[in-house]
């Protein structure tokens, strides 16, 4: 735990530095990428004064923001002067921008066409200029110097075509019309794979420049479009920027330093607390644990009981079988005595008492009476319903002892004295008082 918890820090140390790093490559690059940071070009006024090269144009085939500075150099360009177009072998012109207005074409869409109105900037002057577009909401907007000026949808929701060239200075279609010549000087041209928001893009218009990587998405760089081969007299015009666009450029790189430094301040909050929330949870995990080794004792304990138990059952169950057999083997003809009336469920299984005595005792003296009574079935079963552990008066009446004596007949009974008697003291219908 601790050794991730050191690890995350130096990462967090890591992309400190890589910050840091990137922000001393911005104010100081090398001098090939200052001179490209400072580079404009100028286009001549002739047909022939053109940069052009195909490219893949795949990542803006479904947004994209282009970003650039123009300058119209004098008024004696042509009519509908043409900065930019991308042009498809199909004949559509996929994006078409002029220094006047007159194109801020997408997809071959002319929404925001004839747009002369808001093009005020005087020739001789840098302007900041701006084209959004996105397939999905079919909107298209236009930015002057950071400010939104226009916007609306275009009539279809295709992508964009991807294979074509790009074209600049020059309307590819139209190889030796005039009229489409800009004829003036471009700086940093940039084509950005997403929709840049009007924050973003009113800080570059402040700040001077079109060159901020925002997550990366500036895909064509203007440090590439200036190595390309150039046709006529396209040549490199040194811009010098003013200490004032400086100190802004300065400014806007200071507050994405600031908020990088406020989103890592807010991580390493969130990881302190994660931190603590992670020694919480040690806590808490030792405390489970803990119980968890008592719970498994107390079970173990429980078990090893359990285990006691069954093998004491084991030994009952044992036991009672043995004396299952023995009480099957007692109830044979062949096994049985005298005692084993105490397998019986008056006696068996029960403390001895004196009543249970003095009932086994009368038990046999009434036996004695029928002494000379052929002992079948009947007899024994006699004994076995009437002669019970039951008060001896007051229980049957007349009726009772002539079902009993219906029980013996077809037997060999003598009707003795001693026969009377029994059948008067054991079932007689007197009452307990005489």
């Known amino acids: 735990y601790q050794r991730r918890v050191r690890g995350f820090s130096t990462q967090i140390l890591a ?47 479904d947004s994209f923001t282009v970003c650039t500075w123009m300058k119209r150099v004098d008024s004696s360009g042509g009519s509908y002067p043409v900065v930019f177009q991308y042009y498809t072998i199909s004949g559509s012109y996929e994006i078409l921008i002029a220094s006047e207005g007159e194109y801020n074409r997408v997809v071959g869409d002319t929404v925001l066409e004839n747009s002369h109105s808001v093009f005020t900037t005087p020739v001789g002057q840098w302007f900041h200029y701006t084209l959004s577009w996105s397939s999905s909401t079919q909107t298209i907007k236009l930015y002057l110097n950071g400010e939104l ?37 471009l700086f940093q041209f940039n084509i950005y794979s997403k929709v840049l928001s009007s924050e973003a893009i009113k800080k570059m218009a402040v700040g001077g420049f079109c060159e901020f990587d925002f997550d990366h998405t500036r895909t064509l760089r203007w440090e590439d479009i200036i190595a390309k081969s150039r046709a006529g007299s396209v040549k490199d015009v040194k811009v010098c920027m003013s200490r004032n666009e400086l100190e802004k450029q ?35 995990l030792q405390t489970v644990t803990s119980r968890l080794n008592q719970t498994e004792e107390q079970l173990g304990a429980c078990s090893a009981e359990l285990e006691d138990t069954e093998s004491e059952l084991e030994d009952r169950e044992s036991e009672l079988q043995d004396t299952r057999e023995q009480l099957d083997g007692s109830r044979t003809l062949k096994n049985i005595t005298r005692w084993d009336v105490l397998y019986t469920e008056p006696y068996y299984n029960k403390v001895l008492t004196e009543e249970l005595y003095d009932q086994l005792q009368s038990s046999w003296d009434s036996l004695r009476e029928f002494i000379g009574v052929n002992v079948t079935e009947k007899l024994v079963e006699h004994f076995r319903t009437y ?41 007689g219908d007197v009452s307990c008082a005489d």
Not at 154 to 182: C, D, E, I
Not at 397 to 426: Q, Y
């Open 15 to 61: 992309v400190m530095l890589l910050l840091l790093v990137f922000v001393i490559l911005q104010l100081s690059a090398d001098s090939e990428a200052a001179d490209a940071k400072f580079t404009a070009l100028e286009f001549g006024s002739t047909t022939t004064d053109y940069i052009t090269f195909d490219y893949d144009m795949s990542p803006f085939k």
């Open 250 to 284: 300065l400014d806007l790189v200071t507050d994405q330093l600031k908020s990088t430094r406020d989103a890592l301040a807010t991580v390493t909050g969130r990881l302190n607390t994660t931190e603590s929330d992670l020694n919480s949870t040690k806590v808490d």
């Open 149 to 185: 000026v226009r916007s609306g949808r275009t009539s279809t929701s295709r992508s964009l075509y991807t294979s074509g060239t790009l074209w600049f200075n020059k309307l590819g279609n139209s190889p030796f019309s005039t009229a489409h010549v800009f004829g003036g000087q």
């Open 387 to 427: 002669d019970v552990l039951e008060e001896k008066c007051g229980k049957q009446n007349a009726s009772n002892i002539f079902d009993m004596w219906g029980g013996l007949v077809g037997d060999k009974v003598i009707l003795t004295r001693a026969i009377l008697e029994h059948f008067i003291e054991e079932h």
